[in-house]
């Protein structure tokens, strides 16, 4: 049987997901589309899925019958509204992150998806799709490197646009690791401290260029993250977890040695969807294997309000330099509370 999905939203990660299910993925169809840009919706559509219907807005598309599953993929202050009515409809959603840009939106969701009782809603956290970081979370569940003491790791980004301000560092790219490290160590936050190394002559005026941020877990897990999103020589995520017994790394991205010219290289990606390409392909055909067999297995509500609280709290120690304590209602049952 193949699941029937509309996809709001058909900027560059909605036409992509558009592009995969149609082309990529097997037992799905898009079979309607829609954007604020209903010009741009229709381009879409008919270049991957020229049977889809173009309805008016999010909110038609999520109730026409044929719709069984959706994607979420427009501007994120949308995002709360469009897996609200979903949930409503009784429809699944995958909602690329952010689930909300408020914490408040995203404890309404959790509450909504509660009371119904069953899990409708998948998060796009793909890094834990990653063969990489799948494979250094086994590592760690067997025990490998004994308990974990603390992590290191780097988000970089050749360069960003204008419109990249410095609490993006923390809500737009931070979020991917506040996400995967509560996945691979199975612990929650309790503080975060954010501190601002020399300034980089690359960036922006209106921005503060790199910055680290300081974590602390339950279990007293130490993490930093490097964040630095004008280095100008590639897309670069590093992470390496210290334990008792010894240290595991994220595996580099497959790539050539070069033998050239007296020197030996290797390339550094600069795009961050080619560099995490293959997770999602399988996140995505894993939300549309869950919706058929009515099970959900990737990131919840759940997890995305606790990235979210955990971001408010880093964006506020930005602001205020001082360690900010993190803390989240308490986790309903349908979440493993």
């Given at each position: 049987?193949?699941?029937?999905?509309?996809v709001?939203?058909?900027?560059?990660?909605?036409?992509?997901?558009?592009?995969?299910?149609?082309?990529?993925?097997?037992?799905?169809?898009?079979?309607?589309?829609?954007?604020?840009n209903?010009?741009?919706?229709?381009?879409?559509?008919?270049?991957y899925?020229?049977?889809a219907?173009v309805?008016?807005?999010g909110?038609?598309?999520?109730a026409?019958?044929?719709?069984?599953?959706?994607?979420?993929?427009?501007?994120?202050?949308?995002?709360?509204?469009?897996?609200?009515e979903?949930?409503?409809?009784?429809?699944y959603?995958?909602?690329?992150?952010?689930?909300?840009?408020?914490?408040?939106?995203?404890?309404?969701?959790?509450e909504a998806?509660?009371?119904?009782?069953?899990?409708?809603?998948?998060?796009?956290?793909?890094?834990?799709?990653?063969s990489g970081?799948?494979?250094?979370?086994?590592?760690?569940?067997?025990?490998?490197?004994g308990?974990?003491l603390?992590?290191?790791?780097?988000?970089?980004?050749?360069?960003?646009?204008?419109?990249?301000?410095?609490?993006?560092?923390?809500?737009?790219?931070?979020?991917?690791?506040?996400d995967?490290?509560?996945?691979?160590?199975?612990?929650?936050?309790?503080?975060?401290q954010?501190?601002?190394?020399?300034?980089?002559?690359?960036?922006?005026?209106?921005?503060?260029?790199?910055?680290?941020?300081?974590?602390?877990?339950?279990?007293?897990?130490?993490?930093?993250?490097?964040?630095?999103?004008?280095?100008?020589?590639g897309?670069?995520?590093?992470?390496?977890?210290?334990?008792?017994?010894?240290e595991?790394s994220?595996?580099?991205?497959?790539?050539?040695?070069l033998?050239?010219?007296a020197?030996?290289s290797?390339?550094?990606?600069?795009?961050?969807?080619?560099?995490?390409?293959?997770?999602?392909?399988?996140?995505?055909?894993?939300?549309i294997?869950?919706?058929?067999?009515?099970?959900?297995?990737?990131?919840t509500?759940w997890?995305g309000?606790?990235?979210?609280?955990?971001?408010?709290a880093?964006?506020?120690?930005?602001?205020?330099?001082?360690?900010?304590?993190?803390?989240?209602t308490?986790?309903?049952?349908?979440?493993?509370?």
């Amino acid at each position: 049987m193949t699941l029937k999905i509309g996809v709001i939203g058909t900027g560059a990660i909605g036409e992509d997901h558009i592009r995969r299910c149609m082309q990529a993925l097997s037992g799905a169809e898009i079979v309607a589309v829609t954007d604020v840009n209903l010009d741009r919706a229709r381009e879409v559509a008919e270049k991957y899925a020229p049977r889809a219907k173009v309805p008016a807005d999010g909110e038609a598309l999520i109730a026409l019958p044929e719709v069984e599953a959706v994607i979420v993929t427009s501007w994120g202050g949308t995002h709360a509204r469009y897996v609200l009515e979903a949930i409503r409809h009784r429809k699944y959603v995958f909602c690329e992150k952010p689930l909300a840009t408020t914490a408040e939106d995203c404890l309404k969701i959790v509450e909504a998806e509660a009371a119904h009782g069953k899990r409708l809603v998948q998060v796009g956290f793909m890094r834990p799709y990653d063969s990489g970081y799948r494979a250094l979370k086994a590592l760690i569940d067997k025990g490998e490197i004994g308990e974990v003491l603390m992590i290191h790791a780097a988000h970089r980004n050749q360069r960003v646009g204008a419109n990249y301000k410095t609490d993006m560092g923390i809500t737009d790219t931070l979020v991917h690791e506040l996400d995967v490290f509560r996945w691979m160590l199975g612990d929650d936050y309790v503080s975060a401290q954010v501190i601002f190394p020399r300034r980089s002559g690359k960036a922006m005026e209106h921005m503060r260029d790199p910055q680290i941020v300081l974590l602390e877990t339950k279990k007293g897990i130490r993490i930093d993250v490097e964040i630095f999103v004008n280095c100008q020589y590639g897309y670069d995520i590093k992470c390496a977890v210290v334990g008792e017994l010894g240290e595991a790394s994220l595996p580099m991205p497959p790539a050539v040695e070069l033998r050239k010219s007296a020197a030996l290289s290797t390339e550094i990606m600069t795009d961050w969807k080619e560099r995490f390409i293959a997770a999602y392909d399988v996140e995505v055909q894993d939300f549309i294997n869950g919706v058929r067999a009515g099970a959900l297995n990737g990131a919840t509500s759940w997890d995305g309000y606790c990235a979210s609280v955990a971001a408010d709290a880093c964006v506020r120690a930005q602001e205020t330099g001082q360690i900010e304590k993190i803390e989240m209602t308490p986790r309903p049952a349908l979440y493993g509370g």
